[in-house]
């Protein structure tokens, strides 16, 4: 590794590596249904810190594996990611009208288009997936595992499973265990699962999956809480609301549940866990240390 | 093929197989999060035809194939049916509060948690295909061609792009062409699909899988065909009302655009396309000949 090594250029390495397979695996915005494919690509492009693929490249890079090699998987969990946000904004559900400052998807493209744009991502992360001609390199039991792994990472004990506990909870005073629940399964198990698919993808031993998983696990969470803590953190220096008022308004988080300083003492202790857990691998594992203190210093 | 062969006894069969092994791969109503699962099962176990299943089962044993070897992927496709039929209903897309008598999923369990419940039912049909315990006697290659093949059919080239293109069309007056490219897509592709998996775990030759495809063409188009004719025909008897009252309502359907005989004719010549492609597999084929008959006689 070089002296000279800087997060940042690495993170926009990555990420541009991953927006440029995600233009080329996308179908193109004149297939038809036009529409249909124009929506897609709208939220997919819509920005973004790519974190998840990021991790996976940076799991599958500690292990020496071939950047190249894992890029249909990382754009793959991107397309998954891209789904949940177009769903979890539609009016049924959270209703948001603007995510990352632009207007969602249904707010453009109506809402049935909105519906069926998120459903053919998820379709679409599947036929990537299982298209041996992006990745001939991976054999076909590798593929399956992968296949395998982000499909239980995002579905009904997953992903989803997280969201929908996490609807049933709004308005609702829940204990640490049931927002551990939430985050877990909302958006801890798909970063795990980025983790997960860098290690196959890799070939790590026994040794280095436990770590990777140990990191993932950690990771996932430290994220969340990281999450959380700048959601007040910006709220107060940008609306001048206090602390609390997400609990207020019904959502739970952990500053509501811990206070301030005891959700920055959870993010601390959990960056120390992902970081430990790293280190069998050296230096070579620097980009992934990095990224857990990107996660939860930027909390502080 | 015994004498006292019988397509109800066949169909009753297969179904029966495919709605067990269906119990077994859900997760169980008491998995958490229990209204989820409630929520799929609910809709996967709303009865119906479960016709791609059993056409999927029935091209498999013409080639001689295992019943067993294809019912992960006859339950898989039938999950995506279920989900998307979920999706169709919902107040977003055809606002549908009944299906076959009983309430939608979205009536019953509310909107977010019906869009989450078809979600959770598209990825559990990836999870189940990928998964190597439930079929371990077809290898990953085989396995992986499957899934590549559900999911392009069910993606946004296929039925999903299908259910786009209808509601672009919805009020609109629409050619042939372009109702043929909705019916192909949002119900042929899975029919197809149904066929092709057959004949993959079937192990299907070259002529083998040219008969098959053709028939599966056929039969998708007919099916379609036949339900557009049926629906007037139910219409007329049961409610009084008239031929052409779907296209008032701004529906495009093939009586609309023939005629009610052009319509029938059109189906005769469809299934006899579909028998016809049967010839090379002599008395192995009765039962898919049968069903081609099953599908399109009923709307005589």
Known sequence: MKTDWQLET???DRIQLTESALDRYLPGADTLPAKLHEAMRYSVFAGGKRIRPVLMIAACETL??????????????????SYSLIHDDLPAMDDDDYRRGEPTNH???????AILAGDALLTEAFILLS?????????????????????????????VGGQVVDMESEGKEIDLPTLEYIHTHKTGALILA???????????????W??????????????????????????????????????ERGKATYPA??????????ARELRDVALTALDIFGDKARPLREIAHYIVDRSF
């Open 131 to 159: 298209n041996k001609s992006v990745w001939p390199e991976v054999d076909a039991e590798k593929r399956n595992t992968v296949i395998s792994l982000l499909a239980r990472s995002a579905g009904s004990r997953g992903m």
């Open 194 to 208: 980025a983790i997960k698919s860098g290690a196959i993808i890799g070939d790590a031993d026994e040794d280095q």
């Open 107 to 113: 707010k453009v493209f109506g809402e049935a288009n």
């Open 210 to 247: 436990r770590a990777l998983c140990r990191y993932g696990e950690a990771a996932g969470l430290a994220f969340q809480v990281a999450d959380d803590i700048l959601d007040i953190v910006a709220d107060q220096s940008e609306l001048g609301k206090d602390v609390g008022s997400d609990q």
């Open 257 to 266: 549940l811990l206070g301030l300083e005891g959700a920055r003492v959870r």
């Open 64 to 81: 020496g594996g071939n950047t190249q090699h894992v890029l249909p998987a990382a754009c793959a969990i991107e397309m998954i990611h």
């Open 10 to 12: 690495y993170l926009q």
